[in-house]
């Protein structure tokens, strides 16, 4: 897959001296969907905003779908559509009227057949001539969404699209998202919520105090660092671990009752028949077991952490 986004060596430092990005190098592949991922304050919007040409980045280079969007804003700018965090809406005018102004705010001749389908998409038909401010938020979000593709960009960024949103919705977000996905977009989202991630992006990027400490695969970074844990129900509850058993990676828990072995996915041996027969000849008998991984969640603590 080509690179539609190409960052190299970016710097911000703001008026106050702040270094917001530390020399940032990343590329995005054309129609992925890359979650960028970050504590408050890390830089994700500015690193989106210096994509967008709303931050004037202290040095580097970046790249839009072939155009340089510092010497070629308009060209560049052209190909991105931006959802930002706050909902930004004229409070009296119609959804049509909204999605058709922000088209024509690019300089692109009208396209009402574009907008009709557009707004059939984000199922926002029905409420074309609902004025904004008799909209639900999640109806409004939707409205954002349509004014960033009212232009028809090969980029879409999506900058915490579903904070404060409710379960329902954000899923509803999540399949609509997928769909503009399936239909050729590349679309870059940051977020707070480690599950969208996880649910969501091929890629997954962290940054972390102006800097990208990690750029990988989702399911390469579940597969890599995802430890999985095998937790034994005991037919009878045991007081501890016998001494024998200490140099394995058990804990015991819920009062005795549950017994959980931690192991790595990507070892040739998992120890799990060793240790079923370590039990058994401490007659430590088990009447279920089951078996988790290690979520996304644990894995973006963890770097976060050996980070700072
Ligand atoms: N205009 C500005 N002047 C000075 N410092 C700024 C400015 N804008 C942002 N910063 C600082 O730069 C850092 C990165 O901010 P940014 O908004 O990019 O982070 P973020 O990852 O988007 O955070 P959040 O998840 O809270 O939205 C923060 O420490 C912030 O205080």
Not at 107 to 123: R, V
Not at 149 to 157: A, G, K, Q, V
Not at 191 to 206: L, N, Q, S
Request: glycine share 8%; with cysteine.
């Amino acid at each position: 897959m080509s690179s539609i986004i190409s960052i190299k060596n970016l710097n911000k430092t703001y008026d106050s001296g702040f270094q917001a990005l530390k020399n940032i190098n990343l590329d995005i592949k054309r129609g992925e969907i890359f979650a960028l991922l970050g504590p408050n304050g890390a830089g994700k919007t500015t690193l989106i905003g210096s994509i967008c040409g709303i931050v004037n980045p202290t040095s580097g280079q970046i790249i839009a779908d072939g155009h340089d969007i510092q010497k070629f804003f308009r060209q560049a700018r052209e190909k991105i559509g931006l959802v930002p965090q706050e909902l930004t809406t004229e409070a009296f005018e119609s959804v049509k009227a909204t999605v058709t102004f922000s088209r024509g705010l690019f300089g692109k001749p009208d396209n009402p057949a574009y907008i009709e389908s557009l707004l059939k998409q984000l199922s926002l038909w029905d409420k074309k001539n609902s004025r904004m401010m008799a909209l639900s938020g999640g109806m409004k979000r939707r409205v954002m969404i349509a004014k960033a593709l009212s232009h028809e960009p090969s980029i879409l960024f999506l900058d915490e699209p579903t904070a404060g949103v409710d379960v329902e919705l954000r899923r509803d977000m999540w399949e609509m998202v997928r769909q503009l996905r399936d239909q050729g977009a590349t679309i870059i989202l940051t977020t707070h919520y480690i599950e969208e991630a996880e649910e969501m992006a091929d890629r997954i990027g962290v940054i972390n105090k102006g800097e990208i400490i990690l750029v990988e695969e989702k399911e390469q970074l579940m597969r890599q660092l995802g430890k999985r844990q095998l937790t034994l129900h005991l037919q009878t509850p045991i007081a501890a671990i016998p001494n024998e058993l200490s140099h394995l990676p058990l804990s015991l828990n819920n009062h005795g009752q549950e017994l959980t072995y931690t192991f790595d996915t990507q070892s040739e041996h998992t120890g799990i028949a060793e240790l079923l027969k370590q039990l058994s000849r401490h007659g430590i008998d088990f009447k279920d077991l089951n078996s988790t991984q290690n979520s996304l969640e644990d894995i973006f603590v963890n770097l976060v952490r050996s980070n700072t």
